[in-house]
């Protein structure tokens, strides 16, 4: 699993910043009609894949499934309502949010291509239950889920990048840090170098 892992909002973000390294990159559209939605997953899937990056889509496992995308992140409510048959059966792997041990053990019964686990700092983009996770349970979870790939996500920064791996993450999910930054296009670049040492 590619070690740097974007996820946006919007295709246009898509667009903007993967010619500058990224091969792994989520859609993550909120709040925005079906006809947007639609149009948003069939451009971020044609121009990843002109690129050769790996697009993950979140919550809208239907709509990514009908367009032929090949990866679907799910939140925890997001499982309670997806057809993981149809999923497997139509060739999309998907990843699994999770924040404490119980939610894990569900999302490792559904045999996913990855486990998410955050916030792992105290994040900035939305307000969550969870308190920061911290590079301890990082590290438990790696444990854990053994060989299934463990996505970090929340508060990540370069600088917080290599204790992230350390502790035994195999990538690294950033939203805020380049959507919020002076000049994504540079940040994006810091991270894809930081992520390849």
């Not at 894949?49 to 697009?55: I, K």
């Not at 499982?79 to 404490?100: E, I, N, P, Q």
């Not at 301890?136 to 053994?146: A, I, N, P």
Request: charge should be negative; charged fraction near 25%.
């Amino acid at each position: 699993m590619e070690r740097f892992y974007l996820i946006t909002g919007d295709v246009n973000w898509i667009e903007m910043l993967v010619p500058y390294g990224v091969k792994l990159a989520q859609l993550r559209i909120k709040d925005q009609s079906v006809s947007v939605m639609r149009r948003q997953i069939a451009q971020a899937r044609d121009f990843c894949r002109q690129h050769g990056v790996q697009l993950i889509i979140n919550d809208y496992w239907e709509l990514a499934s009908e367009l032929g995308c090949d990866f679907v992140h799910l939140g925890q409510e997001d499982m309670d309502s997806a057809d993981f048959t149809t999923l497997r059966k139509d060739g999309v792997r998907f990843g699994l949010s999770t924040h404490d041990e119980a939610e894990l053990e569900r999302a490792l019964s559904f045999k996913p291509d990855y486990i998410a686990l955050g916030p792992v700092y105290p994040t900035k983009l939305k307000k969550l239950r969870w308190a920061p996770q911290g590079l301890e349970r990082v590290s438990r979870w790696k444990q854990l889920v053994g060989a299934t790939p463990l996505v970090a996500i929340g508060g990540l920064t370069p600088e917080r990048c290599a204790g992230v791996f350390e502790a035994g993450a195999d990538s690294a999910a950033v939203v805020t840090d380049i959507l919020q930054a002076h000049d994504p296009i540079a940040r994006t670049q810091e991270w894809v170098e930081v992520c390849q040492r």
